[in-house]
């Protein structure tokens, strides 16, 4: 195990079509730490947006549009809380407090991005969008990639 890292392995037993067993390993290292500002500085909005929007499109078929877009505002409104209770920790310690920035370089357009996920076509309720239109844009948001999802996003944006 590396320093400041945790290591995690997977694996997944199967039968592929020719019959073979086969056994499929994967391992993960992943950064830890216990540092409150090098982790909110550590975020990125853009997976942020990304992993938002697909859990969004479960919560849409269990609570509705309505409920999936406050979910995404109410999502958006956490992460400017817990940074800002950041900087008030650090503060107590006479550490560098964060400033009057509601929200670090890396983190500054997530109210942005939020917004415009919520005004999306995929989230947008009524009947301006049809069935098959609305099932096609689910199933592209729950494969598509961050780079796919910060094109998507940001052309949202250009049109408000």
Known sequence: IA?????????????????????????NCIPVTSNLTELMNSVR???????LSKQMVEHVGKAGFDAARRKIQETCASAVRAY??????LG???QQPSGQNPLPENLKFLPLYTMSLQKNLTFRGGADVGIDERAAL?????RMSTK?????????TTQL
């Open 3 to 27: 320093s400041g890292a945790v290591t995690i392995q997977m694996a997944l037993l199967y039968t592929n079509s020719e019959g073979e067993r086969r056994i499929r390993v994967s391992t």
């Open 45 to 51: 909005q853009d997976e942020v947006c990304n992993l």
């Open 84 to 89: 800002r209770s950041v900087g008030a920790y």
């Open 92 to 94: 107590s310690y006479g």
């Open 138 to 142: 689910f199933q592209i948001v729950k």
């Open 148 to 156: 796919v999802s910060k094109v998507i996003t940001n052309s949202t």
